[in-house]
């Protein structure tokens, strides 16, 4: 569908919804696959603000080289951000998008895809009405009006490109949540160490044997971030790495998606084609030490089963606390149509383990209750403790988003 010369009927569901036109949204945008069997998982949702810290909606393929065709445009009015989101149960996710897939770069290429995707998910934005989140009060007034928000993100940073001042640029363009690391390092100045490195040229990571600590230029990377009131997540990152930011940041950090290093994570199937991906789940002291911070460690879906991942949330709960635990799932809120080539790689949100009956968080919150979590524990795990950290983070920024 052209976004060109017409309406799309995304735009007039989302719009219908944002004037609190509930009642007229289509199947796909209903708030559940299934209704929970516990009365109290509806209550929950409906009393708190629940957040994904790690997700996706897949995104354009670079346009830039090998005389590929842009595909910044298409299909943006075909993304169901809106339904998708209040299918999962969820207020706001950090949609959050990545460079270094892109495998061969020129000069400033990253950095050229780094626009082109913030130009893209403007797109997306607009189609479906829905609004960034830049402070804690937006995030309360999403909850209050039921209408989601995103919190803009990016995982890795390659596309600074050595240039400190791009940071800023992307502030000023709603960026609330960075990540340091992905799975390659900045080809001007690296950051630090990176858990599961994609060698140049090459296809599928491998676990890095590099020296793993923090750069100068990573250490200038965070104080950026901390002026300017920009949550710094460091997933992907190596233990050493960790311990050295944790000693150098003055504010709380996270950890967006990951696990520990445990029989129960290690039983995901993922394992079995990609073993090196074991490097991605953490020690208890590196978990200990982003919570020491006042942040969060997310916990990854890897998963074999909902019930599994729920294990997986207790056993970080064991090690870093109630306060210092959610969830960031690494999958996609909404991908795209079928017969789009924007790539998306991770699975559904709400469709991640063959056991998940309903929307994510609904799923999320009756396993919890199942596994003995109280109400007031799985507010904050599901959110609550986000809102905090992002509360305190964003409330001294220094420069207006446009």
Same mark, same amino acid.
């Given at each position: 569908m052209s976004t060109t010369g017409s309406i799309s009927r995304r735009t007039i569901i989302a719009a219908l919804a944002g004037m609190g036109g509930t009642t007229l949204l289509s199947p796909r945008s209903a708030v559940a696959t299934a209704d929970p069997q516990d009365p109290r998982v509806s209550r929950i949702i409906s009393e708190n603000i629940t957040i994904d810290m790690h997700n996706h909606i897949g995104q354009p393929i670079f346009s830039g080289h090998d005389?590929? !065709? &842009?595909?910044? +445009? @298409?299909?943006?009015?075909?993304?169901? =951000?809106?339904?998708?989101?209040?299918?999962?149960?969820?207020? @706001? @996710?950090?949609?959050? &998008?990545?460079?270094?897939? /892109? =495998?061969? !770069?020129?000069?400033?290429?990253?950095?050229?895809?780094?626009?082109?995707?913030?130009? /893209?998910?403007?797109?997306?934005?607009?189609?479906?009405?829905?609004? +960034?989140?830049?402070?804690?009060?937006? =995030?309360? @007034?999403?909850?209050v009006s039921k209408f989601p928000t995103i919190v803009q993100s990016s995982e890795g940073v390659q596309w600074i490109g050595g240039d400190l001042r791009r940071v800023a640029e992307a502030y000023r363009r709603g960026l609330r949540h960075l990540q340091l690391f992905h799975q390659r390092h900045d080809t001007h100045q690296p950051l630090g160490g990176i858990q599961q490195l994609l060698p140049s040229g090459a296809m599928q990571p491998t676990p890095s044997a590099e020296p793993t600590g923090i750069t100068p230029f990573g250490l200038e990377v965070v104080g950026e971030c901390n002026k300017l009131g920009i949550l710094v997540d460091l997933a992907h990152a190596s233990e050493q790495s960790v311990l050295d930011v944790v000693k150098t940041s003055h504010h709380p950090l996270l950890c967006s998606h990951t696990a520990l290093d445990t029989p129960n994570a290690r039983s995901a199937d993922l394992y079995t084609a990609n073993p090196g991906l074991r490097s991605r789940l953490v020690s208890t002291a590196y978990a200990r030490a982003v919570a020491e911070t006042g942040g969060i460690m997310g916990v990854w879906r890897i998963f074999p089963t909902l019930k599994a991942y729920v294990l997986g949330i207790k056993e970080m709960v064991d090690v870093v606390g109630i306060d210092h635990t959610g969830i960031g799932t690494d999958t996609v809120i909404a991908p795209p149509p079928s017969n789009s080539a924007i790539s998306a790689r991770q699975p559904r949100t709400n469709a991640i383990w063959p056991d998940q009956r309903a929307g994510f968080v609904y799923a999320l919150i009756e396993e919890m209750l199942v596994q003995g979590f109280t109400e007031a524990d799985i507010g904050k795990i599901v959110g609550g403790n986000y809102v905090r950290v992002f509360g305190e983070i964003t409330k001294n920024g220094v420069v207006s988003a446009v």
């Open positions: 005389n590929r !065709p &842009s595909e910044s +445009r @298409a299909n943006a009015d075909d993304i169901d =951000l809106v339904g998708e989101m209040r299918r999962a149960g969820l207020t @706001a @996710a950090c949609l959050t &998008s990545f460079v270094d897939l /892109y =495998l061969t !770069p020129q000069a400033d290429d990253w950095y050229r895809y780094h626009l082109e995707i913030f130009d /893209y998910i403007d797109r997306v934005i607009e189609m479906n009405k829905i609004r +960034r989140a830049l402070t804690s009060a937006d =995030l309360r @007034a999403a909850h």
